[in-house]
């Protein structure tokens, strides 16, 4: 069965870096897109960076553009989400998310979603 | 930050019918992009409902139902049960430089 375990979650201070990764299982991952969406505590979910199966394509929310960097690595069936330069408002439950081809700007919803890694971002 | 206008929260007696609503514009639903729904229960991941506006999963029950018209979408839950108790997010698709993938304000559903 579909499985996305994700880590590297922690608090962090302003201004600083954290990478989490996410690890695949039960699906061909080289062949889909994959996302990263999170939740700040308590409220809803967003959308935050998407990339293409092959990694050639990466689109990210304007919230984040500039500062996170979406990647994978198709030989470790392993997705990750570089976050530099940390604000307080990216704190949040990071959930990857697969999506259901490899097509990366297309309408489609995610059918598998992980468990989450909370990123606190507090001096 | 929303682009997606649900109800804050909709409750219902057990076996009762309740509907969640989902409004968004010309430059997502509006612009025949799908609609999907989310049930996330307290404490755990968002778990695809619905997709395609009205499409159930291996494994939904039937009393979850979808439809979309125009600029809105509904999520129906027939026959309420306590566990349906949780939160309910609607999802499509944006063509405004705003993002590609967005997501409803969320809804909780109380089963009193």
């Known amino acids: 069965q579909v499985q996305l375990v994700e880590s590297g979650g922690g608090v962090v201070q302003p201004g600083r870096s954290l990478r989490l990764s996410c690890a695949a299982s039960?699906?061909?991952?080289?062949?889909?897109?994959m996302h990263w969406v999170r939740q700040a505590p308590g409220k809803g979910l967003e959308w935050v960076a998407v990339?293409?199966?092959?990694?050639?394509?990466?689109y990210y929310a304007d919230s984040v553009k500039g500062r996170f960097t979406i990647s994978r690595d198709n030989s470790k069936n392993t997705l990750y989400l570089q976050m530099n330069s940390l604000r307080a408002e990216d704190t949040a439950v990071y959930y990857c998310?697969?999506?259901?081809?490899?097509?990366?700007?297309?309408?489609?919803?995610?059918?598998?979603w992980g468990q989450g890694t909370l990123v606190t971002v507090s001096s | 930050q929303s682009v997606l206008t649900q109800p804050p929260s909709v409750s219902g007696a057990p076996g009762q019918r309740v509907t969640i609503s989902c409004t968004g514009s010309?430059?997502?639903?509006?612009?025949?992009?799908?609609v999907h729904w989310y049930q996330q229960l307290p404490g755990t991941a968002p778990k695809l409902l619905i997709y395609?506006?009205?499409n159930r999963p291996s494994g939904v029950p039937a009393r979850f139902s979808g439809s979309k018209s125009g600029t809105s979408a509904s999520l129906a839950i027939t026959g309420l049960q306590a566990e349906d108790e949780a939160d309910y997010y609607c999802?499509?698709?944006?063509?405004?430089?705003?993002?590609?993938?967005?997501f409803g304000t969320g809804t909780k559903v109380t089963v009193l």
């Open positions: 990339i293409s199966h092959d990694g050639s394509k990466k």
């Open positions: 010309s430059s997502n639903i509006g612009a025949t992009y799908d």
């Open positions: 999802q499509s698709y944006d063509i405004s430089l705003s993002g590609f993938y967005v």
């Open positions: 039960g699906f061909t991952f080289s062949t889909y897109a």
């Open positions: 395609g506006n009205s």
């Open positions: 998310a697969k999506g259901i081809t490899m097509i990366v700007a297309s309408p489609y919803y995610f059918d598998y």
